[in-house]
């Protein structure tokens, strides 16, 4: 597998964009140029979200997965987002939400083709997590009139 990175390096001159994540899993950090910053290429609502599935008998399992973290905010976010959108697989859409110190930041995209669609980054206190999704979906449908 290192042979074909190594040779697809060396051949293509035009851009190839790969998972970090993917190429840590196959040892090949090495191969890192540049990480993108998600505020400027928003990914995928949700992406990089792991699922754990249990038996539903670990209840004390269950009950300690479910305990609120960051992490699980940030996709609950983007998966709101998401729903309010209602778009299909065909639409551009992205939703990028991080927590920085007691801030979240989200960053969005949103529209029916790729020239219609519109960026939009807001700001929240943690404490405001939960009107985030409605919020950025609010201004970008505003945008859009």
């Known amino acids: 597998m290192r042979h074909v990175f190594k040779n697809l390096k060396k051949w293509i001159s035009m851009v190839l ?5 993917g190429l840590k899993r196959l040892n090949l950090d090495s191969l890192i140029d540049e990480y993108l910053d998600p505020s400027m290429i928003i990914p995928a609502c949700g992406q990089g979200t792991i699922a754990l599935e249990i038996r539903k008998e670990d209840k004390d399992l269950f009950s300690k997965l479910s305990q609120s973290s960051n ?3 940030e996709t609950k976010i983007e998966r709101e987002f998401l729903s309010l959108s209602k778009a299909g697989c065909h639409y551009p859409i992205g939703c990028y939400a991080k927590f920085v110190d007691d801030q979240l930041q989200v960053h969005a995209c949103l529209g029916e083709t790729i020239e219609d669609c519109k960026f939009v980054s807001m700001t929240f206190d943690k404490i405001e997590y939960n009107k985030a999704a409605s919020s950025i979906y609010k201004k970008i449908k ?4």
Not at 17 to 21: D, K, S, V
Not at 142 to 145: M, W
């Open 17 to 21: 964009i790969l998972a970090a994540a």
């Open 71 to 73: 992490q699980a905010l």
């Open 142 to 145: 505003e945008e859009n009139i």
